[in-house]
């Protein structure tokens, strides 16, 4: 893999003075809220480090995938936050230049590189969750172009975005995967009404989008009418590839932390030995993830599609977190009760117990486990579709 090593100097540079300078307002346990990831997308624009791999005639670098990886993998080993854009910088973006017209990447690429646009992204429904291919909500042609009815659900930062890019039903009478389309949705149009879900933590980052007779005109429909599921596989490909890598960077600081937690804790020698075990088997589980990710990114950077690969790292990295932090709540003891929005002294242990209670959406969102079993036995293991 060929990788522009000055490049990724100078990014380096860049990136202990920033995070210096975030540091000074934002704390690593805010690293999470909407303003810390808001102001860390801002300095990434501005420094022209979020389209490193598009093409210059968009505003890109064309620097090689390989660099690109190891810049998120920079980013995430230096405890980077995730930029409140980062669903249309590595899910969208590459969808849109793979099949937009030049119409539509001279539209919507120059917002997502300056910033000022940021999108959510509409698959899941209610009743319907993670079944891509039971979509429901629906479209039907208008004189000026398409009106939209129906709702999607767990959207991430719907409340925030300008634009939702969703599968969208619009041949009457179709089922599962046909008669779908890739719809891009003013968020701002009339017709859309975006409802917070309150979540564990008390936050509110995923949302109910209502679409009421919502006007999509034709241009802004991304390939054919009826191309919809093949075009969101080919994001489901990028979600799970280069998207992913942060998390799992991001997993093998978090057992670095429950590492030093039990080191730590004051505990009787049996319990020790048995914690000590159960963190052992963690530790082996995490290297499967690694290995994992590795055999994707080389998947990733070599042109190919992360395949059957990026299911079974999604099911197993979600379930291996999930683990981590109910372990690392367990040697908090009493400390376990405090609120997870507490700050000063109860900031770390607060921390914790947000960390605990977001992990486990994870096994939830993107596709939930049984979804990711059932795509790894039919795809990997042959295993018949179930027909109910």
Not at 21 to 30: H, I, M, S
Not at 49 to 61: F, H, N, Q, T, V
Not at 110 to 138: A, F, K
Not at 167 to 193: C, N, W, Y
Request: aromatic share 8%.
């Amino acid at each position: 893999m060929i990788r522009n090593d000055h490049f990724l100097k100078d990014s380096e540079d860049w990136l202990i003075s920033n995070l210096a300078a975030l540091r000074t307002r934002y704390p690593a346990t805010e690293s999470h809220t909407q303003e810390c990831r808001k102001e860390w997308n801002r300095r990434l624009c501005e420094a022209a480090l979020i389209a490193l791999s598009w093409p210059k005639e968009y505003g890109g670098r064309e620097l090689p995938t390989a660099t690109l990886i190891a810049f998120h993998e920079l980013c995430a080993r230096m405890g980077a936050p995730q930029p409140i854009n980062s669903i249309a910088h590595s899910i969208l973006a590459p969808t849109l230049l793979r099949f937009g017209t030049p119409e539509q990447k001279s539209r919507f690429l120059p917002g997502i590189l300056n910033g000022t646009e940021i999108w959510c992204q509409g698959y899941s429904e209610p009743l319907t969750g993670s079944d891509l291919s039971s979509v429901h909500t629906r479209a039907r042609p208008a004189s000026d172009g398409w009106e939209v009815n129906g709702r999607k659900i767990w959207t991430t930062q719907a409340h925030l975005a300008k634009w939702c890019f969703a599968l969208v039903r619009t041949e009457p009478g179709s089922k599962a995967h046909r008669g779908l389309s890739f719809m891009l949705i003013d968020m701002e149009a009339q017709g859309v009404l975006v409802e917070p879900i309150r979540q564990m933590t008390g936050e509110a980052d995923y949302n109910e989008i209502v679409f009421e007779a919502a006007l999509v005109t034709p241009d802004n429909i991304l390939g054919a009418t009826g191309e919809g599921w093949k075009i969101a596989m080919a994001a489901a490909e990028y979600e799970r590839g280069i998207y992913f890598l942060p998390r799992v960077i991001q997993l093998e600081s978090e057992l670095e932390q429950l590492k030093a937690a039990l080191a730590q804790a004051a505990l009787p020698p049996s319990e020790h030995a048995i914690h000590s075990h159960r963190v052992q088997n963690l530790e082996d589980q995490c290297q499967i993830v690694r290995w994992r990710v590795d055999r994707m990114l080389q998947q990733v950077a070599q042109g190919d599609t992360p395949g059957i690969n990026g299911a079974m790292l999604k099911l197993t990295w979600s379930e291996v977190r999930q683990r981590i932090w109910e372990l690392r709540l367990e040697l908090l003891g009493e400390q376990a009760i405090i609120a997870p929005n507490s700050n000063g002294e109860y900031a770390v242990p607060s921390s914790v117990q947000r960390e605990f209670l977001w992990s486990r959406a994870e096994t939830i969102v993107a596709g939930t486990s049984e979804i990711q079993r059932n795509i790894v036995g039919e795809r990997l293991l042959g295993l018949p579709k179930d027909k109910a």
